[in-house]
């Protein structure tokens, strides 16, 4: 069965360093998402993107976040300056269309010490 | 603002019991409604996905139904394994009639099967 592809699974990155969070969807999809669950919370949206643009961000995804689909596979998150608080989960999630659900890949760990 | 509550928050039976696991939502102009399982420090595995037309979706020994007109769904787990322990996030899309058709997450139901 197809995946969504996340790495690394785990990283850990000292305040005020950049970082990128890396995901391959799976090819036949057209929506791209992030997500994070902060531990012990709940799994909160981040940036929708299609036809590659974003088409929505919440209120989290300030200006220190951004994402890319550079060549086509690749869809990366990267945090410019991270913070003790971004410490969370990220998961990468795609659908081929709306009404067909999400999959979501198995979430890359970020801890900021 | 959607809004979705799951309950309870924990629960713990005996293997071979039937459980239901609860979720309602606040806005009931949802475009579909997904089920998940998430294991510990783990990913999130899609179990079963209801679009805003339908009533029900089964897969195996789980049965998901939707109630639109009052904002709930439930989880139907049959005669549960000690492998089913794990968290259950519902997660629904509200049908914003736009492009962007995000998941908003209820906090999930930590189920606990004893052997």
């Known amino acids: 069965e197809p995946e969504v592809t996340q790495t690394p699974s785990h990283q850990v990155t000292q305040m005020g360093q950049e970082v990128i969070l890396r995901c391959v969807p799976i090819?036949?999809?057209?929506?791209f998402y992030w997500y994070r669950q902060i531990l012990g919370q709940k799994v909160e949206f981040l940036v929708s993107?299609?036809?590659?643009?974003?088409?929505?961000k919440s209120e989290i995804f300030d200006d220190q976040f951004s994402v890319e689909r550079p060549d086509g596979s690749n869809f990366t998150l990267k945090i410019r300056s991270t913070k003790l608080e971004d410490s969370a989960m990220y998961f990468c999630?795609?659908?081929?269309?709306?009404?067909?659900?999400?999959?979501f890949g198995s979430g890359t760990r970020l801890t900021v010490v | 603002k959607q809004e979705v509550t799951q309950i309870p928050a924990a629960l713990s039976v005996p293997e071979g019991e039937n459980l239901v696991l609860n979720c309602s939502f606040t806005?009931?102009?949802?475009?579909?409604l997904q089920w998940f399982r998430q294991d510990p420090g783990k990913g999130l595995t899609s179990l079963l996905l209801i679009q805003s037309s339908q009533r029900e979706q089964t897969s195996g020994r789980l049965n998901a139904s939707l109630d639109k007109s009052s904002g709930r769904s439930t989880l139907y787990i049959a005669a549960s394994q000690p492998g089913d322990s794990a968290t259950y996030l519902c997660a629904v899309i509200l049908d914003s009639g736009g492009s962007n058709y995000k998941l908003t997450f209820g906090k999930g139901t930590l189920l606990t099967v004893n052997p």
């Open positions: 090819s036949n999809h057209l929506y």
């Open positions: 993107f299609y036809n590659n643009e974003i088409s929505e």
């Open positions: 999630a795609s659908s081929e269309y709306r009404s067909l659900g999400y999959t």
């Open positions: 806005d009931s102009a949802i475009y579909n």
